[in-house]
């Protein structure tokens, strides 16, 4: 994880792009092990490094030749050999060198092998020119800024009235970006896939606020992200699997009868070896040591934590981390609870302990009881983060607005603090955060998606249909909704987020499947909803996880007031320039 930034100046004046005290600290939070800058032509690129891959953190910007690379993210399922010795951001620069062609064909070529979280701003010196993008599901950071006599490209952006932005916005993932530095009216656009009316709608508006035209190019199309119709596994449907049993059964027994049909035990095995892949990966892609013992050999501290709820995202997880993790480092289960303010004029202030006693607190201590039976060598530990009313409106005033900035909603404050906390937990060590995201936009566990098939009426074709729809406005729409501004959250506590979950092999496996193999909402709350995933929870052996019902971080923590609504305007991230998010 890397806190990267790029200024480029409208007249050649490289003090207007020069960063302010603030945002070099927000950045540095993001990569306090290495960084550095340069000045190049008008353009001013910075690099600050956490260090995650190779033998050494490996500083930015990366030059040779006539290229500068700013790289902040990691490279997964490389079929090029990439010694494991060498930082992912060393070996692109190495990949891009060899990318010759005038017309782009082999930079376009390298990008569609690129799987992993990442975004990259790459500078081209001879010919003037200015690439950048995030990857096509959006997981990293990347903002764009407008100001009077600068374009701005950062991870995360600081707002300062004196020298505020007239426009911001979080770049959208669309595809690879090009501009001639010479000419910031022009912009071109190769796109990751086919714009339909949403993307070119977020197209629309980013024209708009960045006063340049945008010129659309030809697909870069990589091969997993246009892949979803190749289902892997036989053909079956929950609902009539589980109307074939004439006998009402309890849950888990339930559950045993669904994993014997051989299509679904298909099923399960295929996410299990994809899903196990991904968080290999990210469990192993990391440095030796903890954020303490940074200038040390080695370490016994723990290098992982999951942000842990107790829930069947999460507990899955936590699994499958055990495997990879080396049995003589813990794991963390980082669990926040905001102080519940329950108290009247007709009675008591609560007890101290009871003030924490939250949701997701509750399933925390339950699940850790599970994983501790089924994986008893593990030192799991549990950090319990409380956080006082008057502490979240000191930090959330003062600090985390603005890197929830420029996004604006209740819900962005919400989610954006309840992260904080976890991420910033103080007694924490760990270099990387995993997270359940992207697992109820995948298996369906949104209300709004039960909702979806029971509007659709009776029939069983009309209702899948709709769930379908449902799904895959949810996956469409889930880089802008959440992945960019938890990365800048997290990031903040020099802390990598990884989310297993949205991982292109395994996303487009589980979107081949139909709905009706995911989920199946003619069982309860807490069953139906994600049968999939919670039968493969029940078939690693969690028995009280895969029956928790799903519950919303802000509501689990306590941390939202439910007289607001979630899409209004947060007084707290209110800022008077123009922001489109």
Not at 53 to 65: C, D, N
Not at 172 to 200: I, M, R, S
Not at 311 to 333: M, R
Request: contains cysteine; charged residues 20%.
């Amino acid at each position: 994880m890397c806190g990267i930034y790029c200024g480029i100046s409208r007249n050649n004046d490289d003090a207007s792009c020069h960063m302010h005290s603030a945002l070099e600290t927000l950045l540095h939070n993001r990569g306090p092990d290495l960084k550095d800058k340069l000045i190049v032509d008008n353009v001013l690129l910075a690099g600050n490094v956490l260090w995650q891959q190779g033998a050494a953190p490996q500083k930015q910007p990366l030059v040779k030749e006539d290229l500068v690379l700013l790289f902040n993210g990691d490279l997964y399922n490389l079929n090029e050999k990439k010694p494991p010795t060498q930082a992912d951001s060393a070996w692109l620069l190495e990949q891009l060198i060899n990318c010759k062609s005038s017309d782009d064909a082999q930079l376009l070529a390298l990008l569609q092998r690129l799987e992993g979280p990442y975004c990259l701003i790459l500078y081209n010196r001879r010919d003037q020119v200015l690439y950048f993008c995030r990857d096509a599901l959006g997981r990293n950071s990347l903002i764009v800024e407008r100001h009077t006599h600068c374009l701005k490209l950062m991870s995360t952006s600081c707002h300062v009235e004196q020298q505020a932005p007239a426009a911001s916005t979080e770049l959208p993932p669309l595809g690879l970006y090009k501009l001639h530095v010479a000419e910031l009216d022009k912009c071109t656009l190769y796109p990751w896939q086919q714009l339909n009316k949403d993307t070119e709608q977020q197209l629309a508006l980013l024209d708009a606020a960045m006063l340049w035209s945008t010129r659309l190019e030809r697909l870069i199309a990589p091969a997993w992200l246009l892949d979803t119709t190749q289902t892997q596994v036989a053909s079956y449907d929950l609902y009539e699997l589980a109307a074939a049993e004439t006998v009402q059964l309890e849950p888990e027994a339930l559950y045993k009868r669904l994993l014997e049909h051989a299509p679904v035990q298909q099923a399960i095995r295929k996410l299990d070896e994809l899903l196990q892949h991904s968080v290999a990966a990210r469990v192993l892609h990391t440095a030796p040591v903890c954020r303490r013992c940074a200038t040390a050999g080695s370490c016994a501290h723990a290098k992982i934590s999951i942000l842990f709820s107790g829930g069947i995202d999460c507990s899955i997880l936590a699994l499958l981390a055990d495997k990879y993790v080396p049995q003589t480092e813990p794991i963390e289960l980082i669990n926040v609870a905001f102080e519940r303010l329950t108290a009247t004029a007709a009675g008591p202030a609560q007890q101290p302990e009871s003030k924490w006693n939250v949701p997701d607190r509750q399933t925390s201590l339950q699940t850790l009881d599970e994983l501790q039976r089924l994986c008893p060598q593990r030192n799991w530990q549990l950090l319990q983060v409380n956080v006082s009313r008057r502490k979240l409106q000191q930090q959330l005033s003062t600090h985390i607005r603005q890197l929830i900035y420029p996004l604006q909603t209740v819900l962005d404050e919400c989610l954006g603090c309840a992260f904080w906390f976890a991420a910033a937990a103080p007694q924490s060590t760990a270099r990387v955060a995993l997270l359940g995201s992207g697992a109820d936009e995948l298996f369906g566990g949104y209300t709004r998606h039960r909702n979806a098939w029971r509007r659709a009426g009776s029939d069983g074709h009309s209702r899948q249909l709709a769930v379908r729809q449902e799904l895959d406005m949810d996956w469409q729409r889930i880089p802008a909704r959440n992945l960019a501004r938890d990365d800048r959250i997290i990031a903040d506590s020099g802390k990598t987020a990884r989310a297993p979950f949205i991982e292109e092999h395994l996303a487009s496996f589980v979107r081949s499947l139909a709905p009706q193999q995911r989920c199946c909402y003619s069982l309860a709350e807490g069953v139906g909803d994600k049968l999939l995933l919670r039968l493969y929870g029940h078939s690693l052996g969690l028995r009280e996880a895969v029956l928790l019902k799903k519950r919303a971080i802000q509501f689990g923590s306590r941390i939202a007031d439910k007289r607001q609504q979630a899409a209004q305007q947060s007084d707290y991230l209110r800022f008077e320039s123009l922001q489109l998010n």
